[in-house]
């Protein structure tokens, strides 16, 4: 049998991309050796040449990746992922019914945190949209590259953290209080790309067509995500 393929995400799809690859090689499919770490240090490594059968980071970095030749051209959709929010277990749930609700509710988190990853950045120009960026910057402890906003949260060291929700899927010692209100949530489409001359892309591309297929829906819900 051949090796399996290599791959490298950020730690958003990481436990949907354990449980589609169990499912393929099951049905007969290749098996896929996938590392997850930060999506930054992941587009560096690859940007580096570092060698992997099949990229998996958010759309924008792929994109990115293809435009400096590092990736074949055409990305491959795979799941759409909204950011939540999550306390320490038996703190009291914040209101974030609404957008004003979940302002005050930042503002009143003596800490908060949230990621390097897409919705990190889109929290910042958030808060800068309100006004209050200034005023955060001081209370806001930001999750190094490949370690869960949630770790923090559980520990204490932050009262109100924001991540993907499959990120605080799983995650012991806190409480998930929901997804941000349609206003203002955010939705971070997360795509495959495959390396230039990669040797294998043939069996990338049967993995990638199981991933995108009916078949894969089911479990891209239950780990807090959305088919794109």
């Not at 932050?158 to 941000?180: K, M, N, P, R, Y």
């Amino acid at each position: 049998m051949n090796a399996p393929l290599t791959g490298i995400s950020s730690m958003a799809t990481r436990q949907v991309l354990a449980e589609l690859t169990q499912a393929y090689a099951a049905r007969g499919g290749q098996a896929v050796a996938i590392e997850s770490v930060g999506g930054v240090d992941a587009a560096r490594r690859v940007a580096a040449g570092e060698a992997f059968d099949v990229v998996i980071l958010a759309s924008d970095a792929i994109d990115k990746l293809i435009a400096a030749g590092h990736l074949q051209p055409g990305r491959v959709d795979l799941v759409r992922s909204g950011v939540a929010a999550c306390v320490r277990e038996g703190a009291p749930l914040p209101d974030l019914s609404s957008e004003d609700s979940v302002k005050a509710a930042v503002l009143a988190a003596q800490k908060i945190s949230y990621s390097t990853g897409p919705s990190g950045v889109a929290l910042q120009k958030l808060f800068e949209r309100w006004g209050i960026a200034e005023a955060m910057a001081a209370r806001t402890v930001q999750a190094p590259p490949g370690v869960p906003v949630a770790s923090l949260v559980a520990k204490g060291e932050v009262a109100l953290g924001f991540q993907q929700l499959s990120e605080l899927l799983h995650v012991q010692g806190i409480t998930v209080v929901g997804g941000l209100p349609e206003p203002i949530q955010i939705v971070t489409l997360f795509s495959a790309g495959i390396p230039v001359n990669a040797p294998r892309a043939d069996e990338v591309r049967a993995l990638l067509a199981f991933m995108t297929s009916p078949e894969a829906a089911e479990a891209k819900q239950r780990q807090g995500m959305a088919p794109a």
